[in-house]
């Protein structure tokens, strides 16, 4: 059976004092109070090996937010899967839409970065998700199975590994949520599109989570539907109550 996973995406956001401060009190409430699902913290680059001291490995997993589509050597300012690993992380955050819109990443680069956070022993969370225009044009359902089917020249057994964020861009940090239908919707069809290639069991296994503006006061309608499995949570990650309040939807 697939988990439900409440992730927290910090981006660019607390120095290394603050954001340990932040790890520690997630991890202390959800000592108080044992989450119903995974709870990962994905975290700048410098704060992975401090955050990782902090916290419980039974109660907050950690992550990174990005990795290079390099395994290594002269690529002055990369951090690489192997360095990701190694200070303790599981998972990794990839294609986000802020690295798709800003940094250029492309499909191929992103299905290199996957490749290699594979084969280094972590578990991507690969974001797809439309922007406005796309969903008021009505493209969003194609731009979408685009975004996945990048990811199909991996193994079944490799594309188990992966968990799927839908983030449509238009409620990334806009405080516009997609509603629990609209949200719904394209996490049937994300399934959908994942057994067509990959066959139903794959595709049942795969967690997919809902990511933009998800907060505690709309968590527990989007996260009651049977397709999403939990959350890619940005700035209501960025309070321990907050994002324990997300958490708490899987009560
Ligand atoms: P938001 O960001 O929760 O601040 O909208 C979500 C994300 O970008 O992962």
Known sequence: MRKNIVAGNWKMNTTLDEGVELANNVNTLLKEKKANCEVIVCVPFTHLTSVNAVIEPELVKLGAENCSEHAKGAYTGEVSA???????????????????????????????KTKLALENGLLPIFCVGEVLEERENGSYNDVVRGQVEALFSLTPE?????????????AIGTGKTATSDQAEDMHAHIRKVIAEKYGQEVADNSSILYGGSCKPSNAKELFA???????????????????????EAFG
């Open 82 to 112: 192997s360095m990701v690993k190694s200070t303790g992380a599981q998972y990794v955050i990839l294609g986000h839409s802020e690295r798709r819109q800003y940094f250029g990443e492309n499909n191929e680069q992103l299905l290199a």
């Open 225 to 247: 539907k049977p397709n999403v499995d939990g959350g890619l949570i940005g700035g209501a990650s960025l309070k321990a109550e907050d994002f324990m309040g997300i958490i």
């Open 158 to 170: 490799e594309f188990g590994k992966i968990v799927i964020a839908y983030e449509p861009v238009w």
